[in-house]
C-alpha cells in the first residue's frame, strides 16, 4: 500500500483453520453414529497465508518506473467519474504476468455504480452519457506505455483532443473494448493514482505512478502527421446545439516503440499506426438556402 507516499509492505498475519485431514480423521468414525456419539472435536490450529510479508517484499516495489499527468477541462461529472475511476485503480498491485483491464477495476458506468450523466457533444448535439473515464484510461495508459509493459490492447479516441499525448492514447467504451496490459518483468507493478478535481477557474489534473524495479530501457516516437482530412460544415437548429466554429482535421499517424530487457536485447519493436477522424464545424442554425440553384434543383455553381 501507498503510505506517506511511498510503497510499504502490510505484514501479513497469521490466521487460524481447521486442517483436512484432521477434520477427515475426526469425522469417518462418527458417520454410522447416532445421537450425541454423532458429533466429533477437531482442534484449529495456525494457518498460514499464501502470500506472505517476504513474498510481497521479494516483489521489489520500490521506485518510480513511469509517472504521466494529463487534465482536464471543468464539469462537475467530470470530477465525479475521473476521481471514482482513478480511486478503483489506485493501490492496484500486479504480480509478474498479471494483467490490468481498466473495465475490470472500474466497472459499467452507470449510476448504480456511482458515475454520474453530464454532457457530451455529439455531432454537436449535447447528449447525456457517463463521460470522462477515457481521461484515466490514457494516463494509465500512457504511464504503462513509457515503461515497456506488454500491451494486451488499447485504441485510441476517433477524433484528436489535444490534451493526450497524440498516437499515443487511449479510450475504453463497456462491452466494446478495454484498455489492457500485462506486467511482464519478474518484479511486482503497483499503480498510484492522484486526482485533484477541477473547478471553473482551474483544470483537473490526474496522475498515474507507476512503482517497481527498472527493468526495460524504452524508447518512444511518433512520426509526422500525414494523409489530411478536412472537417466537415453541419448546421444544427437544435435548441441545445453546442457551436465549433473551427472544428479540426482528421490525420494518420504512427506510434513507435522499442523496449530492451536488462541484457540489451531488443525484446519489443511496435508500430501502432492510427488514423483520427475530422472534428466536424458545427453551426447552430439553419443551413442556408444555395442561391446558385434553380428551381428543379440543377446546380449551377460548383462546391
Not at 497465508?49 to 461529472?77: C, I, N
Not at 527493468?215 to 465549433?244: G, L, M, W
Request: a negative charge; aromatic letters at 10%; charged letters at 20%.
Amino acid at each position: 500500500r501507498i503510505q506517506n507516499g511511498v510503497p510499504t509492505v502490510v505484514p501479513h498475519q497469521v490466521g487460524v483453520g481447521i486442517s483436512a485431514g484432521a477434520l477427515a480423521e475426526a469425522i469417518l468414525p462418527v458417520l454410522t453414529e447416532s445421537g450425541e456419539a454423532r458429533a466429533a472435536t477437531v482442534e484449529y490450529s495456525e494457518a498460514e497465508p499464501e502470500f506472505t510479508t517476504e513474498d510481497a517484499e521479494a516483489l521489489g516495489v520500490k521506485e518510480v518506473v513511469s509517472e504521466f499527468t494529463t487534465r482536464f477541462p471543468h464539469a462537475d461529472y467530470r470530477n465525479v467519474n475521473i476521481g471514482l475511476a482513478a480511486s478503483r485503480i489506485n493501490n492496484t498491485l500486479l504480480k509478474p504476468g498479471d494483467e490490468f483491464s481498466l473495465n475490470g477495476l472500474v466497472g459499467e458506468r452507470t449510476a448504480a455504480n456511482g458515475f454520474a450523466k453530464g454532457g457530451t457533444i455529439s455531432g454537436g448535439v449535447l447528449v447525456e452519457d457517463y463521460g470522462g473515464v477515457s481521461q484515466v484510461a490514457t494516463t494509465t495508459y500512457h504511464a504503462a506505455f513509457k515503461a515497456g509493459l506488454e500491451d494486451v490492447y488499447h485504441q485510441p479516441h476517433s477524433i484528436y483532443f489535444s490534451r493526450y499525448p497524440v498516437g499515443q492514447e487511449a479510450t475504453v467504451s463497456w462491452g466494446n473494448f478495454d484498455m489492457a496490459f500485462r506486467n511482464d518483468t519478474p518484479y511486482g507493478v503497483l499503480v498510484q493514482t492522484r486526482f485533484t478535481a477541477s473547478t471553473p477557474s482551474s483544470q483537473g489534473v490526474v496522475t498515474v505512478r507507476l512503482w517497481s524495479t527498472e527493468h526495460f530501457r524504452v524508447e518512444t516516437s511518433v512520426s509526422d502527421r500525414s494523409n489530411f482530412t478536412d472537417p466537415q460544415t453541419i448546421y444544427n437548429n437544435k435548441d441545445n446545439c453546442i457551436a465549433n466554429p473551427e472544428g479540426s482535421r482528421g490525420f494518420s499517424i504512427t506510434s513507435y516503440r522499442k523496449v530492451w530487457d536488462p541484457d540489451g536485447d531488443l525484446v519489443k519493436d511496435e508500430a501502432y499506426p492510427w488514423t483520427y477522424r475530422p472534428n466536424p464545424v458545427v453551426i447552430c442554425g439553419e443551413e442556408p438556402k444555395d442561391e446558385g440553384r434553380n428551381e428543379d434543383g440543377n446546380g449551377n455553381g460548383s462546391d
